[in-house]
């Protein structure tokens, strides 16, 4: 085999951009450059100390081997407990499913429900990987634009369109990464209503659950009752500041657990068992659960107030302000209009001229935007700031 044809299964499937752009800041810090990196979507906090010191004793206890590949039982049994008591609607041990990360979720629940020949709709702007995954299904990826008038959301007339054109599957991500756009009940049931209508899977990427900036939410497990082609992922990642743990999961119909299981079984056995035991302990603890999520999104919110005073006053972009997560969806037209390029052209332009890492609106399927992670300590969102008015400065000729 030649080395052109290496690629295979990954013909057409190119470097996450948000992996990507936070490489290329790397590389120039290395170099000696100032870099302020705001392109990652990774909490800028430890772990608990509850949870590290639960993986620790499960090490020193010797839960060091395999656990069963659907996960930990006691894991998933409070995974389900959990679900019911935060969000509402009946969960069965046997609904839930224990992998490596919200993002192996995905993979699997995309690569067992849609094959060769479905459509599923992806409403834009589109965290990154969701096409990839989509093709590595080996089904396509279909963008449904949205409108920033409508807060980047889909409406249920717009899916009933889009629909109608043929399609078995729909993505949705509440939360958004990028815009942290929320949908409310009301849209979520409208929606459900439409997918019923079209016989539409529903997978549901909760991951920023927790992290909002509004006291109410409405998640798609509470819905299952009603409309059981649903499947809802979420993980421990984003609120415990578990990235490195990778310990992320899946409820849907028991049939979908099980076929995921299957392939997980065959794909990497399991999730590594000292860090299901710190996420059984991440969620056994409430008390020290509540006070971790409840500083670090104290902290998010924060952080947010002051970015989206401080963009405010640099002409030439417009932060949208996000009902969750810890991104601001910023709109650069003029900016790019001025460089005369377009997103990806510009957040080039301000890494090497600024040192600001962002990513580009393009990687998300809308042009003329920057996605700014403030998962970053005050001085360096403070600094970038500054940076970010030099740019706009340069760019639109001291205006």
Request: net charge negative; hydrophobic share 45%.
């Amino acid at each position: 085999m030649s080395v052109a044809a290496a690629p295979g299964n990954l013909a057409g499937i190119e470097e996450s951009a948000t992996l990507g752009m936070t490489a290329r800041a790397a590389a120039l810090a290395r170099e000696g450059r100032s870099i302020v990196s705001l392109s990652a979507g990774e909490p800028d906090f430890s772990t608990p100390e509850y949870i590290r010191e639960a993986g620790i004793r499960a090490i020193r206890d010797g839960h060091t081997h395999y656990p069963p590949a659907a996960g930990l039982t006691s894991l998933r049994e409070a995974i389900a407990g959990h679900v019911m008591e935060t969000e509402g609607g009946a969960c069965a041990t046997a609904e839930v499913l224990v992998s490596a990360g919200a993002k192996q979720v995905l993979f699997e629940a995309l690569f067992i429900l849609f094959g060769p020949g479905d459509r599923v709709l992806i409403p834009a702007p589109f965290w990154v990987s969701y096409p990839a995954m989509v093709r590595l299904a080996r089904a396509e990826p279909v963008v449904l634009e949205t409108r920033a008038e409508d807060g980047w959301k889909v409406s249920a007339a717009g899916l009933d369109e889009a629909a109608r054109a043929g399609a078995r599957g729909l993505i949705l991500n509440s939360p958004s990464n990028p815009t942290g756009a929320t949908y409310d009940g009301n849209e979520l049931d409208a929606l459900v209503e439409v997918a019923a209508r079209h016989g539409l899977w529903i997978v549901s990427d909760e991951i920023y659950r927790e992290i909002r900036y509004r006291p109410d939410y409405a998640s798609l497990a509470a819905r299952r009752s009603d409309y059981e082609r649903i499947v809802v992922v979420d993980g421990f990642s984003k609120a415990y500041a578990m990235t490195g743990w990778r310990v992320g999961y899946a409820i849907a119909p028991i049939e979908v657990i099980e076929s995921m299981t299957t392939l997980q079984g065959h794909v990497n056995t399991n999730t590594a068992l000292p860090c299901q035991y710190a996420a059984l302990a991440a969620l056994a603890d409430r008390e020290a659960r509540d006070r971790a999520v409840g500083e670090m999104v104290a902290a998010f919110a924060a952080r947010r107030e002051f970015l989206l005073g401080a963009l405010d006053s640099i002409p030439g972009i417009e932060p949208l302000p996000p009902e969750g997560a810890f991104y601001l969806w910023i709109d650069a037209h003029e900016w790019c209009e001025a460089l005369g390029g377009d997103s990806t052209a510009l957040c080039f332009d301000l890494l090497e001229q600024e040192g600001v890492a962002l990513v580009p609106g393009a990687a998300f399927g809308v042009e003329g935007h920057l996605r700014l992670s403030f998962a970053a300590a005050d001085p360096v969102l403070q600094d970038a700031a500054a940076r970010l008015a030099a740019a706009g400065r340069r760019l639109l000729g001291g205006a």
